[in-house]
DNA sequence: ATTTATATGTAATGATATAACATATCAAGC
DNA sequence: GCTTGATATGTTATATCATTACATATAAAT
């Protein structure tokens, strides 16, 4: 079976397989707990494959039998988010899992204003001009995200406008 | 009278008259209505010098004998943002400023996590990597913000871990 | 086994943002 | 100037996103 991910097709299931046990591996290999409802929140996550509310992953924790308010979620996604599992797009308070997990890397979005489908673009760290400008006024960076507004190529078909 | 910009010094009084003269400019070349409640929200935004919640500007609306309600500073603050006369910083859910009025060009913040001080710095428009990635997805890019949280020079000092 | 740190559950509340609708003001054509 | 249509403002109500605080449970370290 396949899904879209970010504009494109890929085979769903290995991808959310993969993207588990990698984290299963980071996690017992720094002793973090990688616990049940974080487990769970990260396949959530994978699952959909697209950005979603901090409330709409709650809802799926809950009906899997965690608890149903909000601190369960959000104290899931920022470990996973803290880790590199997820990522927060600002520009829409939503969480999407990782497409790099493992890669160290600036997490850049391609995110569409009608279908709201959020695609993460690699960009090379620091090759943004940022580094420069955060060097010259003293700024020590310690977490960067770049996040595009814009129309991804099937709805600019929908709305060539 | 000087005061903070960014992590800088500068004449404030000059640099707010300023920015008021060029948007009122920019208004009446396009026929905008650059209404007393936008402007007074600009003057807010101008003179604080930092970003601001918007209902940090509403209180300050209020208190200017405009509406108390949400949508009053929501509606000139999308105004300004959508002119390019002050920029929404995703990652705080608050705006500021813009320091280039003007120019055409890629907001990127430098913000602060001990003080909330938001620096604008010039970044070169599409020469992110973000426009390569965006034209292989098929992606039409109409806004993109760039923001890096970290430590500013002088929270640096206070907090050196 | 005891202690200490970490994680979870829950209630309450705070902060951010929008929808919907009434009224007012502006801008353009007559 | 008056009418008309578009734009802007004011207000109520509500939706959405996020955190504080505290009790309980589980894990880790000695």
Redo the contacts with the bound molecule.
Sequence with gaps: MTKAHGFHQHDHAACISDALTKAEAYCAAR???F????RRTLEVLLAHHRSM????VLSHLDASG???????A???L??LVKHGFAH?VEAM??YVACSHPGAQHVPAFLICRQCSTVQEAQIEPMQNGLGDAAQDAGFAIERAVVEAQGLCPLCQQSAPE
Excluded: C, I, S, W
């Design positions: 002793k973090l707990q616990t049940p409802v974080r509310g901090a409330y709409e965690f608890g149903a308010q909000p601190p369960v959000y104290r899931a920022d470990f927060k308070n939503a």
